[in-house]
């Protein structure tokens, strides 16, 4: 490519060459980006398989607050705990399903 003396050049003729420049950036990059979806398959971020489910609540205390036990603690259990309480106070129990 050769190159051209800036300094010279019209005014006109440098926001020519800035909007004719833009124009080539632009297409360039949408290019790149159908390239890049082509590559990775549509989505560039693959989605984990478990997101978007809820896990079984596993704590409740009286008030109906509750907690499925991932994540960090809630206020409400922290408070029980530093009063005293054990975590497993506040254990949901499971019944088993006999079928006899």
Known sequence: ???????S?????LLKLRADIEKTLSSRATQLRSELSKLSGGSLKAAHPLRGRK???KYRDRAGNTWAGR???PRWLVAAI???KKVEDFLIERKRRAKR
């Open 82 to 84: 530093k009063k005293g």
């Open 9 to 13: 050049m019209s005014v006109d003729a």
């Open 71 to 73: 994540g960090a603690k």
């Open 55 to 57: 896990a079984p609540v």
């Open 1 to 7: 490519m050769p190159t051209r003396n800036l300094s």
